[in-house]
């Protein structure tokens, strides 16, 4: 089997390195990828919410499957337009993919399904978001409606913070107002054929940018899996009570979602709560839960594209812990400066149990390295026997890695791997 992997980031790297690990896949290539995607596997330009033309490249590659990484795309219509060319493609239509796309259409599904959520209100004026606010009181919980790059969020007990957040996002469409989930999060991505559901192991991300929870929100910073503090059932629970409800509701209204259901959830003290729904897998999260999975995934995506996934034994999954560490461009995530070279990667990726994905990066104008080019330059993946040895070798193989004036998290799953429960707010 074929494999083109759609996208340029950390995901889609992690996603071509498990796909060449397994023995089912005979090439992988990925559009348009990153430098550190070109060292392993063939990469060809494209403009990845081109249906068309990803669908072209698709056929002239003469791929069997085509995996859609990042959103935009699957919002695109990229899917449909694979599929109609008569191939494969693991990712949701454009119409299920409103999931993400639009978060007042995520709401009035989990209303539908009776999956558990936050309460909210859609807001298309500033004097409906003050309300709303007011009525839910702090801390304020405000969300761009469409897609935002996992920044379009804003938690603060600062009402005019919230307000100005609301005025931007207003610019461009409506916002939802929700009351706030009290609870750590956590992220469950759900596998379906637009049938049956599987669960992958859960995952904790750090969204803001500066240790301790401090800071903006980014596109995340870090994260690890497995959750020792989380309920054993937790995977089954999810699928029981949230995805399987989700993809039943969406092929009842004809609109059936096969892919990833990433689900980020809130461990309140009322119980599991959906604070969003993703059409893709998450980033950084997939570093960590693909550095885990024992089980071959190229046939699982393949599976769940043709509608067989009732057929897949149950996944295995490695006893190691995986933790990951994002390096980050100087200014992000306000603004990032880009252009800087890169320094140490290879030392870096020779650390036992560390691999570098590449985010953002792009071959030096001169041909001679590697520089960033995104505001998430790196994700440095340690897997350990346990989260502190994980840890360690993330921590470990970032130190080796120069970007002036780059930055990370020194605090990613330090909390639960010196043996406390986890129960920060990750917004």
Not at 85 to 91: L, M, N, P, Q
Not at 110 to 131: F, K, Q, S, W
Not at 161 to 186: S, W
Not at 396 to 409: K, P, T
Request: proline fraction near 6%; charged fraction near 20%; glycine fraction near 12%.
């Amino acid at each position: 089997m074929d494999v083109l992997v759609i996208g340029s980031g950390a995901r889609e790297h992690a996603l071509v390195r498990a796909l060449l690990d397994d023995p089912g896949v005979d090439r992988v290539l990925a559009a348009p990828g990153n430098a550190g995607i070109a060292l392993v596997a063939p990469v060809e330009p494209v403009d990845a919410t081109d249906p068309d033309a990803v669908a072209a490249l698709a056929v002239r590659l003469g791929a069997d499957l085509v995996v859609v990484g990042p959103e935009a795309p699957l919002v695109a219509g990229v899917a449909d337009a694979v599929r109609a060319a008569g191939i494969a493609c693991f990712g949701p239509s454009a119409e299920a993919a409103r999931l993400e796309g639009s978060k007042a259409f995520a709401k009035e599904v989990m209303a539908a399904a009776a999956v558990p959520t936050a309460m909210a209100h859609l807001c298309t004026t500033e004097d409906e978001v003050a309300a709303a606010l007011d009525a839910f009181g702090a801390p304020h919980v405000v969300k761009d409606d469409g897609l935002a790059a996992g920044k379009g969020v804003v938690v603060t007990d600062d009402r005019e913070a919230a307000l100005a957040h609301a005025r931007t996002c207003l610019a461009h469409g409506p916002v939802v107002v929700e009351e706030f989930l009290d609870g750590p999060e956590i992220s469950v991505f759900c596998l379906t054929d637009g049938e049956s559901v599987i669960a992958l192991a859960p995952a904790q991300d750090f969204k803001r940018a500066l240790d301790g929870d401090e800071g903006p929100n980014t596109g995340g910073m870090g994260a690890y899996s497995p959750l020792p503090w989380a309920p054993a059932d937790l995977s089954d629970v999810v699928v029981e009570r949230i995805a399987q409800p989700v993809v039943d509701e969406m092929a009842r209204r004809g609109t059936p979602f096969s892919g990833v259901l990433y689900c980020g959830l809130a461990m309140t003290s009322r119980g599991v709560r959906v604070i969003e729904f993703n059409a893709r897998f998450g980033d950084p999260e997939t570093q960590v839960v693909l550095a885990r999975l024992a089980t071959p995934l190229g046939g699982v995506l393949h599976a769940c594209a043709t509608g067989v996934l009732r057929d897949q034994p149950a996944l295995r999954w490695r006893a190691d812990a995986a933790v990951t560490v994002v390096l980050a461009a100087p200014g992000y995530p306000e603004a990032p400066v880009t252009g800087g070279l890169l320094r140490g990667l290879d030392t870096a990726d020779a650390v036992g149990g560390a691999a570098v994905l590449h985010a953002g990066t792009a071959p030096a104008p001169d041909g001679t390295g590697i520089v960033s080019s995104g505001g998430r330059v790196l994700s440095v993946v340690g897997v350990g026997a346990d989260l502190a040895a994980a840890r360690a070798v993330a921590y470990e193989a970032v130190e080796l890695i120069d970007l002036e004036g780059g930055r990370f998290r020194r605090d990613i799953a330090l909390t639960v791997a010196t043996g406390s429960r986890a129960t920060d707010v990750i917004a």
